[in-house]
């Protein structure tokens, strides 16, 4: 992905036309970093891993079509995101399902849609597809899904906290998978860290997960033909200049392959997949310097992004404006809501920032418009905005409180 600077001199006069346009806060997408980014990896990549998109990441119709056309399979986790992924044209070979809510009612529409496999989660869950698969008639093709019990540091997947996410490894011991003919389980999946940029980190992490999952596939005498590791390939929010480069990732699955005589091995791809791509434009609505701090008042905030308030990482902002000064100060940028955790982090800004500027933040492809709180406070909803192949797209226009409060 380009530096902020090549961004910006790519795409100034579109984003200041679509201000001029929209005069509220908006997600921009440049699909064809996009695609540069998703070819790189396909083009990178052994005949023997498999990616999956996160659904959960970005599911902006627009997104999933060039994640179609690029042969990525998709990972849904919601009855909404499935309609979303078919809808979009997505066939359902390249259907995965993942979550730790799910329902009989949507294991029968799974199976209904004929999706590749159902990544298992729990007991219930298990009965449910057997019960399912046999009234349908079919045998379904299953990952079970296993939360390993050690430390590597924080994680929105949780890590080493207990969480709904699978079950260990002593309770799918005790599983007969005998009693479930209707199952056909393919392999395991395991998913606890995320958001690393530490190639390293992801190989000990991949190669101890590795390791585990062999000795519970073979105490409860099932198929290894696939293990998923899920995703938790990071972006570089705090640094934007280190970043992953998909080739070391490879390099590293294929090393483990060899080393553990796996088949085949999959991912899921959220962040590392779309976020670099995204941006989230905000005019500065106010000034001001309260108890000795700067601080700007945005047009939207947490209500339009909401990871800096649930993880404490900010995402990387940038100023659009004319005569910006080379002296910068440092600024606590606040969003609109009447809540202190309304605040999309701290930043060194050109000191001449004032309102009516718009702030650009960066990698934020990812976990943005779904994410957020967009209700509370009653302001706009944020458009969507896409750039393609020399076309400036609006599939989501700006949305107001009387499209949605009764
Ligand atoms: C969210 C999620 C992912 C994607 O995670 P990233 O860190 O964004 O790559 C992959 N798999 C599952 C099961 C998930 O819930």
């Given at each position: 992905m380009p530096e902020f600077t090549q961004f910006l001199a790519k795409h100034k006069e579109d984003l200041q036309k679509i201000i001029k346009r929209l005069d509220s806060s908006f997600y921009?997408?440049?699909?064809d970093e996009l695609e540069k980014h998703l070819t790189y990896m396909r083009d990178h990549k052994d005949d023997d891993v498999k990616l999956w998109f996160a659904c959960k990441a970005n599911p902006l119709s627009s997104i999933l079509k060039l994640i179609r056309?690029?042969?990525?399979?998709?990972?849904?986790?919601?009855?909404?995101?499935?309609?979303?992924?078919v809808?979009?044209?997505v066939k359902s070979e390249d259907i995965i399902s993942t979550g730790p809510s799910k329902s009989r009612k949507y294991i029968r529409s799974l199976l209904k849609n004929e999706i590749n496999s159902v990544v298992v989660e729990s007991l219930y869950q298990l009965e449910w597809l057997e019960e399912q698969a046999r009234e349908e008639g079919v045998k379904a093709k299953a990952l079970l899904r296993v939360?390993?019990?050690?430390?590597?540091?924080?994680?929105?997947?949780?890590g080493n906290e207990?969480?709904?996410f699978g079950m260990d490894k002593a309770?799918?011991?005790?599983?007969?998978?005998k009693h479930y003919p209707n199952v056909e389980v393919i392999g395991f999946h395991v998913f606890q860290w995320g958001n690393i940029l530490e190639v390293s980190q992801?190989?000990?992490?991949?190669?101890?997960t590795c390791l585990e999952v062999k000795d519970l596939a073979q105490k409860m005498e099932a198929s290894l033909e696939v293990i998923d590791l899920g995703g938790g390939l990071g972006i570089p929010y705090q640094n934007e200049s280190k970043t992953i480069d998909f080739k070391d990732i490879n390099d590293v699955l294929v090393k483990l392959k060899a080393k553990h005589g796996l088949n085949k091995i999959w991912m899921e791809l959220g962040r590392f997949a779309v976020g670099e791509c995204g941006y989230y434009l905000s005019q500065v609505i106010d000034r001001k310097t309260v108890r000795g701090r700067e601080i700007l008042v945005l047009d939207g905030g947490t209500n339009h992004l909401a990871r800096p308030a649930l993880t404490g990482q900010a995402f990387p902002c940038h100023v659009l404006k004319e005569d910006p000064s080379t002296e910068t100060k440092e600024f606590h940028v606040h969003g609109p809501l009447c809540t202190a955790i309304d605040k999309l982090g701290v930043f060194k800004l050109p000191e001449n920032v004032d309102y009516g500027d718009w702030l650009i933040f960066s990698q934020a492809g990812a976990y943005g418009f779904t994410e957020a709180m967009p209700f509370?406070?009653?302001?706009?909803?944020?458009?969507?905005?896409v750039s393609y192949k020399g076309d400036i797209m609006t599939p989501r226009g700006i949305k107001t409180s009387s499209d949605w409060l009764v």
């Open positions: 921009f997408y440049d699909l056309n690029l042969g990525l399979g998709v990972d849904v986790a919601s009855l909404g995101e499935l309609e979303q992924v809808s979009a044209g939360q390993l019990p050690w430390d590597e540091g924080k994680s929105v997947l949780g207990i969480t709904a309770a799918w011991e005790k599983v007969n998978l992801l190989e000990k992490i991949w190669d101890k509370f406070l009653c302001h706009n909803l944020p458009a969507e905005v």
